[in-house]
């Protein structure tokens, strides 16, 4: 990885729907001298993927929770990974350390809906059971370094 494939994850990371012209602007390539870059980063899995982030807010989204899951046997972090990512509600998750495996902060419309993706959590194989705890309120948020 060199300073132009850095300048166009930036840039990626930035906007994922930058185009070729301004990726390539970015890292002083051209247009198609950047698509091939971009296919190479993509191809060594140095990007794993492009989405879309979504103002929760926008959805109306409103009911947050902290979520510990206990998995059953050993599961790795990839297969805990693959486990959630089709649920949109977890909005992250992380490896932690002490009894539970991971934990979750999960968004949703209200808590029906919560209760309706916990239980989505809860089927997946490796999970065994989970703890909840429901945000009442924010006492602070600060923008991530």
């Given at each position: 990885?060199?300073?132009?494939?850095?300048?166009?994850?930036?840039?990626?990371?930035?906007?994922?729907?930058?185009?070729?012209?301004?990726?390539?602007?970015?890292?002083?390539?051209?247009?198609?001298?950047?698509?091939?870059?971009?296919?190479?980063?993509?191809?060594t899995?140095?990007i794993?993927?492009?989405?879309?982030?979504v103002?929760?807010q926008a959805?109306?989204?409103?009911?947050?929770?902290?979520?510990?899951?206990?998995?059953?046997?050993?599961?790795?972090?990839?297969e805990?990974?693959?486990?959630?990512?089709?649920i949109?509600?977890?909005?992250?998750?992380?490896?932690?350390?002490?009894?539970?495996?991971?934990m979750?902060y999960?968004?949703?419309?209200?808590i029906?809906?919560?209760?309706?993706?916990?239980?989505?959590v809860?089927?997946?194989?490796?999970?065994?059971?989970?703890?909840?705890?429901?945000?009442?309120?924010?006492?602070?948020?600060?923008?991530?370094?």
């Open positions: 990885m060199d300073d132009i494939d850095e300048a166009i994850i930036r840039c990626v990371l930035r906007d994922a729907r930058a185009t070729y012209a301004e990726i390539g602007k970015e890292a002083g390539l051209s247009p198609s001298a950047a698509k091939r870059r971009l296919d190479r980063l993509v191809a899995g140095a794993r993927g492009f989405s879309a982030l103002d929760p959805m109306a989204w409103h009911t947050e929770a902290f979520v510990e899951i206990y998995c059953k046997g050993n599961p790795t972090p990839a805990l990974t693959k486990a959630l990512n089709d949109p509600e977890v909005i992250e998750a992380c490896t932690v350390s002490g009894a539970a495996d991971a979750l999960m968004l949703a419309r209200d029906p809906h919560l209760e309706k993706a916990i239980q989505r809860r089927s997946t194989a490796p999970v065994d059971r989970t703890e909840s705890a429901i945000v009442l309120s924010r006492l602070l948020t600060r923008p991530r370094l």
